[in-house]
């Protein structure tokens, strides 16, 4: 089962990552990447964690044995060695990069930065989340002020 929820993350991820990075910016576009994207990687999320932590798949698992601890590094270590807890904290960030990712396509946009500039951002935050949005933060004003752009 977990096995085919990461793939089935992965390519719906993938999927609306190429709709940001490739198809035209429209309305439907970015209802289509927020709702079929970020809103099913959210629900997936919500839904495999209500289950996860309440023992209803990998009965005998750690949560159900009372040993869900996300207040310590051990038990997070030990959340992200069962497969079910790895792939639910992989959707997580893929949840979170794509919103992120849209939200710096949107004030890209609005800023009127061409695609190709807007590009490395995402693709940074697409593979490596926090450094893609730390990178567009920085970039983000400065560069919009002396483009005369806000």
């Not at 609306?16 to 198809?23: G, R």
């Not at 992200?80 to 639910?88: A, N, Q, T, W, Y």
């Not at 904290?89 to 990712?101: E, M, P, R, S, V």
Request: aromatic share 14%; hydrophobic share 55%.
């Amino acid at each position: 089962m977990w096995d085919s929820l990461f793939s089935f993350t992965n390519g719906l991820a993938m999927v609306a990552w190429v709709l940001l990075l490739v198809f035209p910016r429209k309305p439907l576009t970015h209802s289509a990447i927020l709702y079929l994207g970020v809103g099913l990687l959210c629900l997936i999320y919500t839904v495999c964690f209500a289950l996860f932590v309440t023992g209803q798949v990998e009965p005998g698992g750690m949560a159900a044995a009372g040993r869900l601890d996300l207040t310590s590094i051990e038990g997070v270590r030990q959340f992200f060695l069962s497969d079910g807890g790895l792939v639910i904290g992989w959707t997580h960030y893929l949840a979170f990069d794509l919103f992120t990712g849209l939200w710096i396509a949107r004030d890209a946009d609005a800023k009127q930065f061409p695609r190709l500039v807007q590009a490395p951002f995402l693709l940074m935050t697409f593979l490596v989340g926090p450094v893609g949005l730390l990178a567009w933060l920085v970039l983000r004003k400065p560069a919009a002020r002396r483009l005369g752009r806000g």
